[in-house]
C-alpha cells in the first residue's frame, strides 16, 4: 500500500516486509565490535505541527510557514510515525522513557523540580494524590521515586559508551536522579534537574549569575565556555554532542547519544540566526522568534546527522526523532492570549489529554533495515522505546526491577506486525499542570484502536471519539455509543487498579473521585 505526499517522496505503509537482520550483542567482524550505534534526538514541547513535514495526510498552513529542511531529510530516509504518543508533561514522559513503565504506574504525574515539593497549582475542589514528585531513582531511599533501572545503564553494561547532551528533567534537585550519569550515562553535557533554560542567551550566561547572587535553578549548568560568546544554547549543546561523538569514536565500541534538546520550551528568545527570515514572511516577533526555535533544532539536527555521515557512521546507525509532549498552546508566556489552535488540527496542547497534547512527531532512520521514505499509520507509546531501543542493540536478557509496561514497536519498524491491534494506551494525569485550556488536569483516558475515552475525575464527565475519523475531537460520541463508552471505561478503571494509579481527592467529602468504570 502506498501513500502520497506533497514532499515528492514516496511513502511506503509499515507493513511492507524490509530486508536484514538485528546485530546481536557481541557481534564482531575482525574483532570490531559491529552493534548499530543509536541516536536519540528528543526534542522538547514540539507539537505535531511545529515542522514542514506534514504528519497528517495533508499540509497545514503551519507546515507551510514553519521550515525544517533536516526533518525532511530525516523522513525522506527513514519511517514517520503519523501516530506516536507520549504524556501530555515532560517529566513523565522522559520517565516513561528511562524506565519502560507506564507514567500511571511510576507515578511520576507532573513536572518535578525541589526534593519533597509538589508542583501541582491548588484546585478549589479536589486535592491532588501525593504523586512521585522527586522523579524516578536506580537505587531506593529517596522518598516519593519510583525505583527502576534505565536502559542507558543496560546498554553500558553491555559495552555501550553512553552520552547525554542537553535536558534531562528524572529527578528533583538533591536527589540521585538529578544527575545523568546516575542511570548509566558515562558523558553528561548540561543536563540536570531543571526542566527548562533560564533562557538560550549565552550574553545572559544561560541564566548563570558571577556577582555571588543566586542563579535560577533553570541555568543550564557546565557550558562556561561559551558565557558571552554570542552562540545561543541550542548551537552549543550541538557543538558539545560533536565533541563527545569524536570522543566516542576513538573507543571503538558502539555508542549511544541521547540528544535531549531544550528547545523549544519556553522562554521564546530568538535565534537570530533563523529570526529574520521568519520577520520577513510577516510572522510577529513572538511568532518569528518561535519558527527561530523550531528551525535552530532542526539545524542541530542536520549537523548530527551531517557528522555520522562525513565520519561513515550513517549506516550503522539508528536515527529516532521524537518530542515528549505537545506544542505549547495555552498560557501568556506563549501569546498575550491563549492560543488552542497552535497544534491545528489537533486539539489544544502540551498539558491536555487531547491529541494536541500527547500525540508528537516520530522519526526511525535504520539504514538496511527501514524502508526510506516509508510511513507507519499504527500507534505507539513513549515506554515502547525502553525495550525496543534494547532490542536494536542485541539486548534481550536482562532483569530489572520495574514492570515494563512498553512493548517492541519493532515489528512496525521491520514490517512483521502490527503491535498496536487491540492495544490500549492509558494515561493518567490527575494534577493541576497551571495552564487554562481544554483537556488539562485531573483527568485519565485510554486509547484502543479508533476509539479514545477522556474520563474528568472531578465531574465525571466522559468524552469518546473516533480518532481516524475526528482527528480534531469536536464531536463527543460518548451519548451515541454507550456499550463502548461501558467497555472502555471499565479497561481503564482496570488497568488503573493494576498499576496502583492515584486520583485525586474531593475537599468536600474527602472521598477519592471515582474510578471511570464506577461512574455511568
Keep these: 500500500m502506498t501513500f502520497s505526499r506533497p514532499n515528492n517522496f514516496l511513502l511506503l505503509s509499515c507493513g511492507l516486509i524490509l530486508h536484514g537482520s538485528i546485530a546481536s550483542a557481541g557481534n564482531t567482524a575482525s574483532g570490531k565490535d559491529v552493534r548499530p550505534n543509536i541516536v536519540l534526538f528528543m526534542v522538547d514541547d514540539m507539537g505535531w505541527q511545529d515542522t514542514s513535514v506534514p504528519f497528517w495526510t495533508q499540509r497545514t498552513r503551519l507546515n507551510d510557514i514553519y521550515e525544517t529542511p533536516n526533518m525532511e531529510r530525516l523522513a525522506a530516509q527513514g519511517m514517520m510515525f503519523t501516530q506516536a504518543y507520549a504524556c501530555p508533561i515532560s517529566s513523565p514522559t522522559r520517565c516513561s522513557l528511562m524506565t519502560g513503565s507506564n507514567a500511571a504506574r511510576h507515578r511520576v504525574t507532573n513536572w518535578t523540580l525541589e526534593k519533597g515539593v509538589s508542583t501541582d497549582d491548588p484546585d ?75 533562557t538560550y542567551l549565552s550574553e545572559r550566561n544561560f541564566g548563570n549569575v558571577t556577582d555571588g547572587k543566586p542563579s535560577s535553578k533553570f541555568a543550564v549548568p557546565g557550558l562556561e565556555k561559551y558565557w558571552g560568546s554570542g552562540v545561543f544554547l541550542t548551537d552549543a549543546l550541538t557543538q558539545e554532542a560533536i565533541s563527545a561523538l569524536r570522543k566516542a569514536k576513538e573507543y571503538h565500541q558502539p555508542f549511544y547519544l541521547y540528544m535531549s534538546q531544550y528547545a523549544i520550551h519556553i522562554p521564546i528568545d530568538r535565534d537570530m540566526r533563523f529570526f529574520n527570515k521568519y520577520i520577513l514572511k510577516g510572522l510577529s516577533e513572538k511568532e518569528a522568534a518561535y519558527a527561530s526555535l523550531i528551525e535552530g533544532m532542526d539545524c542541530s539536527l542536520g549537523k548530527i546527522m551531517d557528522w555520522l555521515d562525513e565520519n561513515g557512521e550513517t549506516e550503522n546507525t539508528i536515527f529516532i526523532f521524537m518530542s515528549d509532549n505537545g506544542g505549547y498552546a495555552t498560557g501568556t508566556q506563549w501569546r498575550d492570549e491563549p492560543l488552542f489552535t497552535q497544534n491545528a488540527p489537533l486539539k489544544c496542547g502540551k498539558g491536555s489529554l487531547y491529541e494536541g497534547g500527547i500525540r508528537e512527531p516520530m522519526i526511525v532512520r535504520w539504514p538496511g533495515k527501514v524502508v526510506a521514505g516509508s510511513r507507519c499509520d499504527h500507534y505507539l507509546m513513549i515506554e515502547d ?136
Excluded at 543496560?154 to 534531562?168: P, W
Excluded at 542493540?393 to 487491540?422: C, W
Excluded at 480518532?467 to 480534531?472: A, L, R, T, V
Design 385 to 520: 522505546f525502553y525495550p525496543t531501543l534494547l532490542e536494536m542493540a542485541g539486548i534481550h536478557n536482562y532483569k530489572v526491577p520495574q514492570t515494563i509496561d512498553g512493548r517492541s514497536f519493532m515489528p512496525m519498524l521491520l514490517g512483521t506486525g502490527d503491535t498496536s491491534k487491540e492495544r490500549m494506551l492509558i494515561w493518567n494525569y490527575p494534577n493541576v499542570w497551571g495552564n487554562d485550556g481544554p483537556g488539562i488536569s485531573l483527568n485519565c483516558a485510554i486509547r484502543k484502536d479508533d476509539w479514545k475515552l477522556i474520563y474528568d475525575y472531578k465531574t465525571g464527565q466522559k468524552e469518546l471519539y473516533n480518532i481516524p475519523k475526528d482527528i480534531g475531537e469536536q464531536i463527543n460520541l460518548a451519548p451515541s455509543h454507550p456499550e463502548i463508552v461501558r467497555n472502555l471505561s471499565s479497561e481503564l478503571g482496570r488497568s488503573l487498579r493494576s498499576m496502583h494509579a492515584q486520583r485525586p481527592t474531593f475537599k468536600e467529602t474527602g472521598l477519592k473521585c471515582p474510578w471511570p468504570d464506577e461512574v455511568k
Design 124 to 198: 478549589k475542589d479536589c486535592l491532588t494524590p501525593d504523586w512521585n514528585y522527586n522523579g524516578i531513582s536506580q537505587v531506593a531511599g529517596t522518598d516519593h521515586t519510583y525505583v527502576g533501572k534505565s536502559f542507558v545503564d543496560l546498554f553500558r553494561e553491555n559495552g555501550y559508551h553512553t552520552i547525554h547532551c542537553g535536558k534531562a528533567h528524572w529527578g528533583a534537585i538533591g536527589t540521585p536522579g538529578e544527575n545523568p550519569t546516575h542511570f548509566g550515562f558515562e558523558v553528561n553535557i548540561a543536563g540536570h534537574a531543571g526542566g527548562a533554560p533560564a
